[in-house]
């Protein structure tokens, strides 16, 4: 049976839509295919409104999640057309949907993690086994739900002779600890990744991103505002944790500003960056103390400045983009869903409970057929 798989992800930034075709027949992950495209700017829109209560909310993020599901199926054909293979080549497509709520542990104790999807019609638009909902059986199980790429993390990026981070600055940024010497896996949010720095720049450049972070370099790191976004209590929260929009977000950082006065916007931008990239290096300060190296993916990878800024704050440790080490920094999560819908089909677990917290490990995800069986 194949061994070929389509992961998509669709990351809290809201860049846009990864699509992956990768091979796990080998011995080691590989990848063969890449598409991606920017989502319309409607339905970006949308999915940021999404993430805050609003009118007409359900009907609402019905639609959304079928034209999500439109742009995915796209990216389906586009990497099945990039490859020149069929879709009964295809064993299944690992589809995440578009996270716009993640309150993991509140409320009722048990909470939810919100993936905006709609796998039935992928299913029924690619002709391919789909697999979805992969955070909700970990958060039943006491669990966080996120971050779950560290399994994979380790799969591809960890090594048998030196510790190891992977740092993930999506939208929101996560670090895996991959120490062979260790027991148990390790990971967490950090907090802040590129959704705070993004929002600001669209707002005051009319860009959806501070390309290769040229704006915040050009501005100075504002110390009162920096203090009082760092004190903020996730911080100092002990892992297991996870986060995002939810705390994370415009209402968030102006509360802050409010307190600050006036700024120039620049400067902003500027400490928005430092606190990415002190967030992350504190998280790798406190957890990997003897990591050598950093590999960095996601979005932030591709911002220099951001990169510059964590090098500074970590200069015993070699701080590289995922790019050095075989995998470029947009197709890691979305291989990391190719591999969790992988790990489902094979009957695997993919949760980890030193990572999410849950009671155990748990297989994660549901299939929807591409036909009756």
Known sequence: MSDLYIGLMSGTSLDGVDAVLADFGGSHPRVIGHSSAALPPALKTELLALNAPSDN???RAALAANALVRVYAEQVQSVLRQCRLSTSAIRAVGAHGQTVRHRPQEFDGTGYSLQLNNPAL????????VVADFRSR????????????PPFHQAFFGRTDQVVAVLNIGGISNLTVLDPAATDLYGFDCGPGNALMDAWCLTHTGQ???????WAAQGQIHGALLKRLLDEPFFAKTPPKSTGRDLFNMPWLKAALAQTGPLASADVQTTLTELT???????VQQTSAH????IVCGGGALNTHLMERLQKALPTCQVASSA???LPPLQVEACAFAWLARQMITGKTGSVQSVTGARGARILGAI???QAR
């Open 368 to 370: 929807y057929p591409a």
């Open 138 to 149: 970990d958060v039943a199980a006491g669990g966080q739900g996120a971050p779950l790429v």
């Open 277 to 283: 990239a002190q967030v992350c290096a504190t998280s």
């Open 291 to 294: 990591c050598k190296t950093l």
């Open 208 to 214: 959806p991103y501070d390309d290769g972070g040229r």
């Open 122 to 129: 992928l299913a029924e638009l690619c002709s391919i086994d």
């Open 57 to 59: 909310e359900l009907h």
């Open 324 to 326: 050095e080490f075989g």
